[in-house]
């Protein structure tokens, strides 16, 4: 059994004035294209209720909720799949395209999901039966609120243990446990109901590695799981979720590379737990859980133990039988997580660790830190850096405030200088600039005027390096870069202007600030390439959820010049160095996974520099023996001090270890 390091536990809530009641933020979008990012017109929304229109298939769905939609939705993944795989998917697709379902009611009688043989995994010599290769799925809705997938009432074959998915993204009946493919998928502006009387029912069989995006989502009727996470690897970030009814909210499981963040979720009446985590890792924020038979579950799989972090949460109306989090394996951060109504507060195997009440800040495992004194007092705590939520953008349903790119003159063909055409479109006035085609090409950088407030790329690929787009103007209202492949590209912040990066990445380095003095803010959820250059973070509040960054060099994650850099889920891979942070950088890093696959390093090389800074770090890794040395290196002044991998927490399996909580700052 692990030895319990660290405890601040607040039983009596007058001791705490505030505690934030997680919850779905509701954000109440109504996505609307205009006709010129449709198939039909040339763009690439394939509109579920205009398949015959746009050649995909010969009945359209109907979305009236007493026709069944299955087939014609089926045969939509199936046309994006059977493209993306002409197209050279699943390694390194270059084309993107979305399944778009308007407004509706769409009653299918068997699981959405591609139709045929399975897509073989894209790695040479890896091929099995058990690994599969899909990539690129995304079903989008018009609304949460309008859009709903509903299991017809007593469906053949959702019969009580079936455990069988009403939309899935795999082949859940092939036994796939594996994808190495940049999977990319996306679900968002969606409800599922499982119906009346399947009791076998899952309501979202979902995944994806790299970057894969959840968002906006509801689910509800009842059954097995909710929310069913099951294959490796499994990445991303989810986000506004409504989970109702199921003997399970929220189902991780997959393999230890896997590491999603999950925030702003609301889980009511659940048989067994809100959420079970079984082998893998996950960061979760802001989660609010009602009526269930425990609130977080933590076991092992196989050999491989569970590592979760949970911050600014709630789980309420339990049962004085029931406990509010077991870890019957594994390893827990806890911080302002309020467990009330269950009999104990947190259990480890049969050993009742925590009461019910509010957890202040409460860790499994052992804790380290650069001030000695701090570890014989046992007061470490976590940095607990100020967290801001991302801002919410309304959505322009003014279609005269949309610019095409291509109206202005951009030909989309991968090939052609479109520099000048988008550059008229930005420079419009309009407050949205859309790219309709798949790909453009941009022979310099692009200036971003103040009057643009959204660039929405639709998973548009931006051809050639170097700097893309400049965001020089001055403005006190939030730009959004949405959706946007930058092939090796990035984005020059050189204005005091907030900026919000949404799905938008480079295989290169997607960021770099230029800012001359502290304070603008950069939001950036789900993105690759954030952070990966030394100095590419300075003078810049940054608040990341979830990035991926797996480059052959070394320092993955960088905090630079007075900057405070926040990141909420993370996945690296290689065993290049991974984190650093100097110049008076202030570095919080809430959970995610150094994966050890791919390119190995020799000699082992520093894993985590801190270099008069200030850092919290909570991760775990994956892969084979492969090492950093040391794990830790931390300078202050002229004290420097190091820690090597196996002064951490065993993971269980291999050499992989947790880092239960690493601090060293406020000296």
């Known amino acids: 059994m692990m030895k319990f390091n660290r405890m601040v536990i607040v039983c009596s809530l007058l001791l705490i004035s505030v505690v934030l009641h997680a919850q779905d933020r509701n954000i109440g979008v109504n996505e609307v294209y205009p006709p010129a990012m449709f198939k039909e017109n040339g763009g690439r929304f394939i ?26 939705i089926i045969a939509a993944m199936d046309w994006v799949m059977n493209r993306l795989r002409a197209a050279g998917q699943p390694c390194g697709w270059t084309e993107s395209w979305y399944i778009y379902f308007p407004n509706g009611t769409y009653q299918v009688s068997k699981p959405l999901v591609y139709s045929g043989d399975p897509v073989p995994d894209c790695v040479p010599g890896q091929v099995s039966a058990n690994r599969e290769g899909t990539a690129g799925l995304k079903l989008v809705g018009q609304s949460r609120e309008g859009v709903v997938i509903r299991l017809k009432d007593n469906a053949a074959g959702f019969e009580a ?27 968002r502006n969606i409800s599922i109901h499982t119906g009346n009387g399947n009791p076998g029912a899952i309501g979202l069989d979902f995944y994806g590695a790299n970057t894969a995006r959840l968002d906006n989502v ?20 989810y986000s506004n979720l409504i989970i109702d009814g199921f003997k399970y909210g929220i189902y991780l499981d997959g393999n230890t590379e896997s590491h999603p963040a999950i925030e702003y979720v609301s889980l009511n009446h659940l048989s067994e737990s809100g959420i079970l985590l079984s082998g893998i890792s996950t960061s979760l924020r802001k989660i609010y859980c009602s009526d269930a038979g425990s609130g977080l579950i933590l076991q092992k799989k196989g050999l491989c133990l569970p590592h979760a972090v949970i911050v600014d949460s709630k789980f309420e ?12 394996d594994g390893f827990l951060f806890a911080r302002n997580v309020e467990l009330s109504g269950y009999g104990t507060g947190i259990k480890m195997a049969e050993a009742v660790v925590a009461a019910a009440g509010i957890i202040e800040e409460y860790s499994s495992g052992s804790f380290k830190a650069f001030s000695a004194s701090r570890v014989r007092s046992g007061n470490v705590k976590s940095m607990n850096l100020a967290v801001e939520d991302y801002p919410l953008i309304p959505w322009e349903g003014n279609f005269s405030e949309w610019a095409n790119v291509d109206d202005y003159g951009a030909i989309g063909d991968g090939l052609t200088d479109d520099m000048a055409a988008i550059q008229l479109a930005l420079n419009a006035g309009k407050k949205v600039v859309f790219l309709p085609k798949n790909k453009y090409r941009i022979s310099g950088t692009l200036s971003i005027p103040a009057a643009v407030k959204q660039v929405l790329g639709a998973g548009a690929r931006i051809e050639t390096g170097g700097v893309k787009f400049e965001v020089n103007a001055v403005s006190a209202e939030t730009l959004l870069l949405r959706d946007i492949e930058l092939t090796s ?10 900026l919000f990066l949404e799905s938008t990445s480079s295989a290169g380095n997607v960021y770099t600030s230029f800012l001359t003095s502290p304070g603008t803010k950069v939001f950036a959820n789900n993105i690759h390439g954030f952070a990966r250059l030394d100095g590419t973070i300075k003078y810049v509040d940054a608040y990341v959820r979830f990035v991926n960054n797996e480059k052959a060099d070394h320092f993955q994650l960088n905090a630079g010049t007075n900057s405070k850099l926040w990141i909420f889920g993370f996945k690296t891979e290689k065993t290049f160095s991974v984190m650093k942070a100097r110049d008076a950088a202030k570095m919080e890093v809430l959970g995610g996974v150094l994966n050890r696959y791919s390119k ?9 520099l801190n270099d ?12 084979p023996d492969r090492n950093w040395n040391p794990m830790i290196l931390d300078i202050q002044g002229s004290v420097t001090k190091s820690w090597l991998m196996n002064e951490f927490s065993f993971r269980g399996w291999g050499t992989n270890i947790v880092i239960p909580l690493y601090v060293s700052y406020g000296f």
């Open 47 to 72: 509109n579920v209720k205009k398949l015959v229109e746009s050649g995909i298939y010969t009945e359209n769905a109907v979305g009236n909720g007493f026709n069944d939609d299955s087939d014609a």
């Open 161 to 187: 243990g079936m455990k069988k998915p009403v939309v899935s993204f795999s082949k859940f009946d092939k036994g796939t446990i594996f994808n190495n493919a940049p999977a990319g998928f996306q679900f």
């Open 218 to 237: 509801k689910i509800t009727g009842g059954g097995e799981i909710g929310l069913h996470v099951r294959i490796g690897s499994a990445h991303g970030y």
């Open 317 to 328: 109306n339990g049962t004085a039988l029931n406990t509010g989090i077991r870890i019957n």
């Open 489 to 498: 590209g990035s984005v020059k912040h050189s204005g005091n202007r907030q």
């Open 600 to 608: 190995d390093v020799e000699p082992d090389p520093v894993g985590i």
């Open 612 to 623: 008069n800074s200030d850092i919290s770090v909570i991760a775990a890794t994956s892969g």
